[in-house]
């Protein structure tokens, strides 16, 4: 039989470097974590997708407070995304404005508990929610051609009529009168119209047209507003388009963030190498020249495999949704903080 002592010192060797690669991320994560850093990372891009005003930065026209739409999205309908898992309630983004200081930032990123990471159809429907109000989605579902063919001509002009007043004007009193106006006969169609009057409320419900023009230039608002040209204001096939584009963008972000953690991780293994005064060369001599300290590693190596083994066999038995959830965890110190793709 061969000798198998160069075989032995590979194997002593891949278990050292094993162990320094996950010691070298885990600190990565612990830093990673202790800085919020991927929080405040994608705040930053949502305010470069969104034109809010970056870090420290001061408006152009003091007496003029730019709109924050990052911080409107995540204290309104992305809320969740902040509170998930926790009892306590967040505090509001717009009480606590962007700073450029590290570790100012670092104390509000942690006040704010701001996401890692927020789906991409979940961003789409926050905002189209924000630009075209989800009342007059439900007035659109209240056109008269979708009136039953039997009702009478009379009282479908009369519809009619209403219906156009609420298009130009949507309040309160126009969802009334659209109420009243809808046939007795036709029971969804009053659902409906009831469920519009609850969402309208006291105020004024802008149109789309009116929530566009609100919007600061922005990225997001090219986007938006190439994406309503595109769908001829279909609002499904707007989320879609709008899912997309973020994908997209998610995407480069991913890319900068890898590029910036190998950094990270590079220059925590310089370190640790010359805090542990870890030599390749010795450690190879050591295990070629000393049985005993060879075998130990190669016992301890079949040990970790016998124990990887164990841990295979008792995830391929679990159920699916145990493995979906074992499998979303922080083992790759790369993009999975910022993406979320659509199932």
């Not at 990372?41 to 949502?46: N, Q």
């Not at 969402?199 to 789309?208: D, E, I, K, P, Y």
């Not at 010795?282 to 190669?298: E, H, N, P, Y």
């Amino acid at each position: 039989m061969p000798d198998s002592s160069a075989l032995d010192v590979l194997i002593g060797l891949a278990l050292l470097f094993a162990a320094f690669s996950l010691g070298v991320s885990r600190i990565n994560e612990a830093v990673l974590g202790f800085l919020h850093y991927r929080g405040r990372r994608l705040e930053s891009e949502l305010r470069r997708l969104l034109g809010g005003r970056p870090p420290g930065g001061a408006p152009s026209d003091p007496g003029d407070a730019p709109t924050d739409v990052a911080a409107e999205l995540l204290d309104g309908p992305l809320r969740a995304m902040r509170t998930a898992g926790r009892d306590a309630t967040s505090v509001d983004m717009a009480d606590h404005p962007a700073v450029q200081r590290t570790w100012a930032a670092v104390s509000r990123a942690r006040r704010l508990r701001l996401p890692s990471y927020v789906p991409s159809t979940a961003f789409a429907r926050a905002l189209l929610d924000r630009v075209d109000p989800p009342a007059r989605a439900m007035l659109a579902q209240l056109r008269p051609n979708a009136l039953p063919a039997h009702i009478a001509d009379e009282i479908r002009e009369h519809y009619q009529i209403a219906y156009d007043a609420a298009r130009r004007s949507l309040d309160e009193g126009s969802a009334q009168a659209l109420y009243d106006a809808m046939p007795v006969d036709h029971p969804t169609g009053r659902v409906v119209a009831a469920a519009l009057m609850s969402a309208v409320g006291s105020g004024t419900v802008g149109t789309l047209e009116d929530g566009l023009t609100a919007l600061p230039p922005s990225l997001e608002k090219d986007a938006l507003t190439a994406a309503v040209i595109r769908t001829g204001g279909d609002r499904e096939k707007i989320i879609t388009e709008l899912a997309q584009w973020y994908d997209d963008a998610m995407d480069r972000l991913s890319g900068w963030y890898k590029r910036r953690i190998a950094v990270f991780l590079l220059s925590y293994a310089i370190v640790l190498s010359a805090v542990f005064n870890l030599d390749a060369v010795a450690i190879s001599r050591a295990l070629w020249q000393d049985g005993t300290v060879r075998d130990a590693a190669v016992t301890a190596s079949q040990a970790q495999a016998g124990q990887a083994a164990a841990d295979g066999s008792t995830t391929a038995n679990s159920t699916p949704g145990d493995s979906a959830t074992t499998g979303s965890g922080d083992a790759n110190s790369g993009d999975a903080g910022f993406r979320c793709r659509r199932g």
